[in-house]
């Protein structure tokens, strides 16, 4: 940025000057004689003499009175601002950046010519996490720097990272792709990743797996890049490449929740679609060890009840229960964690509480066909055979056509009506 320091252009103050003006009369006068002499006085000018009338003398001084005798008025208008932004920069390397910030945009506000101006408003709103506003003024230094073709790396670079951090991914998406295909420069992995999302955000998944990899490959250690290669290879059913990049996102970012939480939905999906037994099982013991992990960093139900199913998969129902139960107690838990609570207090054989945990399953989402099943097995268990066949005939009002209501229906029927 511009750094123009003034050089003052008077030396001597005014204050100064009417000093020694007034201190003049009473300067020592030359050495002379002590005996008086006489003057002639000086005569008296002409009426039209050209000099005009004889000046009135000046007034007594009085030297408890200021030099200056000036009353204070109201100015019109606003003092012009200066075009400088020497103080404005000095302002941010002290990392005063709201005044900074201000100041910028004064100078820019009086001259919108000023490219230094913007650039250094961009800056500081960037440095204050002001993205919206730090795009906006280092566009408009963009802008005017190449109208005078001179396009400055640095604005470009702050302005790609604050329309990324502004989550304004198309606008960044150009800059990013010149920024990271400089000739002769190695692409800097974080802006790699900034391409990537940007990509990503836009719909251009294959796009965006290609600049992921690269920047994973600048930094092994970018848990992010980690993260949404993860999410791109389920999206595929790529489920294995999933595990695994996911398992090192983790290991490079141990609280990076979000790969937890995706790890453990991946363990999931591989274990219920297993065709072997002893596979299944050692996934289902995978998202429990994953969604332990995630429920040290999120307690929310949404984290507790995948877990939750992790637990269930490997029939640790009473932990199930146990974690479920945090969230159960409010008045507003879905009816999809009732359900799984119900489901783990059944196979724990707790009939009881899971009859009344189904019952309110049932009141929250009535069209739950999981909670009626569950809840017409557990009246079976427990003899209570009228309620099971209300169960499922209410069901079946859900379901017309499905063939196990129907079965369960006409089994329960002798017994409903003893």
Known sequence: MKNRIVAPI????????????????????????????????APSPTPDSLLGPEPKP???????APLLDVKPTKPVGNAPVSTDTTHAFQLFQRKQYDAAAKEAKEIAASDPGNAE??????????????????????QKALDLQRRASQEDPHTVDALAESYTLAEKFDRALP??????????????????????????????????????????????????ALLYLGQIALARKDVDTAIA?????????????SAWFLLTSAYL???????????????????????????????????????????????????????????????????????????????ANNFPKAITTLERAIAKTPNDVNSYRELGYDYEKTKQYAKAFTTYQKALTVTPDDADFKEALERVRPFAKT
Do not use: C
């Open 269 to 347: 999906r591989r274990a219920t679609s297993a065709t072997d037994e002893s596979k299944a099982s050692a996934d289902y013991l995978g998202a429990v060890r994953t969604g332990e992990a995630l429920t040290r960093l999120r307690s929310d139900e949404e984290a507790l009840g995948l877990y939750a199913r992790a637990l269930i998969g490997s029939q640790q129902y009473a932990r199930a229960a146990t974690v479920l139960e945090k969230s159960a107690s409010s008045d507003s838990v879905s009816g999809i964690t009732l359900y799984l609570l119900g489901l783990s207090y059944s196979r």
């Open 10 to 41: 008077f030396t001597l103050s005014i204050a100064a000057l009417f000093a020694v003006m007034v201190a003049a009369p009473f300067m020592p006068a030359q050495a002379q004689s002590t005996r008086p002499r006489r003057v002639k006085p």
């Open 58 to 64: 000046s007034p007594v001084a009085n030297n408890n």
């Open 117 to 138: 101006a913007w650039k250094l408003a961009g800056f500081s709103e960037f440095y204050l996490k002001r993205y919206h506003d730090a795009a906006d003024d280092l």
């Open 175 to 224: 800059l990013l792709v010149t920024i990271t295909t400089r000739p002769g420069a190695t692409p800097d992995a974080q802006f790699l990743y900034y391409r990537g999302l940007s990509e990503f955000k836009t719909g251009k998944a294959e796009a965006a797996e290609k600049t992921f990899n690269a920047a994973v490959k600048a930094n092994p250690k970018d848990a992010a």
């Open 245 to 257: 990049t996911l398992n090192r996102a983790t290991t490079n970012d141990p609280k990076l929740a």
